[in-house]
């Protein structure tokens, strides 16, 4: 039995089980939907657009913020790489704030930006920024100084030895960064629309809640589920794969 067909008997039976359970609890639709009331909400929310333009609105917001996160995580991983005095200042402050979650710089979002588009991409670009650079960081650091020194030898320095020798080395590190920045800036921007509205999946999420409506609730969690599923197993999966191929550490 293949892993696909797994997955679809596994999610088969949790359907079956929730539709099941919600007719025999006894509970209210609104405090409980059935899987039929949620996928009708769902294909009606596609059809009008309703959340089709909610997933528009959170990937322009996520891909810009990730992308910026992305920028700055490698540039500052390779100063606290390259620079032993940033290592020990930047580098100690970078680990540090990187333990602190997202949604903690809200208010300050607020009160920098005010209620809107930037305090929202402010929380996704924090969100990635600082795991981009302690991966960055740790995959610069790794690089086998055997390469090193033959491009040393062969003369490689400054710019040259970074494009040559440091990023294509470090390439395997920084995807599995990217991976988790990814993970926690989807994170950071459902909670920043949930709180900072503004349109977006997590402020459907909102105002299914304010409206009683579980079925919109539960719809728009599996859209959220849905893209972190695909962006995780169909794009991050396969470039790790295909450079973990290139690098012989995968079959």
């Known amino acids: 039995m293949t892993t696909a067909?797994?997955?679809?008997?596994?999610i088969a039976m949790i359907a079956a089980i929730w539709e099941v359970t919600s007719k025999l609890s006894g509970l209210p639709s609104f405090m409980f939907p059935s899987l039929t009331q949620v996928f009708d909400t769902l294909v009606n929310g596609l059809i009008s657009g309703q959340i089709t333009a909610a997933i528009g609105?959170?990937?322009?917001?996520?891909l810009l913020g990730f992308l910026i996160a992305i920028i700055i995580g490698l540039i500052l991983g390779y100063f606290i790489w390259r620079y032993k005095l940033v290592e020990d200042t930047l580098?100690?402050?970078?680990?540090?704030?990187?333990?602190i979650p997202s949604i903690v710089w809200f208010p300050l979002a607020i009160i920098w930006f005010g209620l809107n588009d930037f305090s929202i991409l402010f929380i996704v670009t924090i969100g990635a920024t600082w795991t981009m650079t302690v991966n960055a960081t740790?995959?610069?650091?790794?690089?086998?100084?055997?390469?090193?020194?033959?491009?040393?030898?062969?003369?490689?320095?400054?710019?040259h030895f970074v494009r040559t020798v440091i990023l294509p080395a470090s390439v395997p590190q920084i995807i599995?960064?990217?991976?988790?920045?990814?993970?926690?800036?989807?994170?950071?921007?459902?909670?920043?629309?949930l709180l900072g509205g503004g349109g977006g999946l997590g402020q459907l999420l909102e105002m299914g809640r304010s409206l009683g409506q579980m079925d919109l609730v539960i719809s728009v969690m599996i859209i959220i589920a849905i893209i972190g599923t695909i962006v995780d197993n169909v794009v991050f999966s396969r470039i790790e794969r295909n450079v973990q191929m290139k690098w012989g550490v995968h079959s």
């Open 57 to 62: 609105k959170s990937m322009g917001r996520i």
């Open 138 to 159: 740790s995959g610069f650091k790794n690089v086998p100084p055997l390469y090193q020194r033959v491009a040393k030898t062969y003369g490689s320095t400054g710019f």
């Open 5 to 10: 067909l797994r997955r679809v008997i596994f």
């Open 176 to 193: 599995s960064g990217l991976r988790i920045a990814w993970a926690f800036s989807w994170r950071a921007l459902m909670a920043g629309e």
């Open 91 to 99: 580098g100690f402050v970078v680990t540090a704030l990187q333990s």
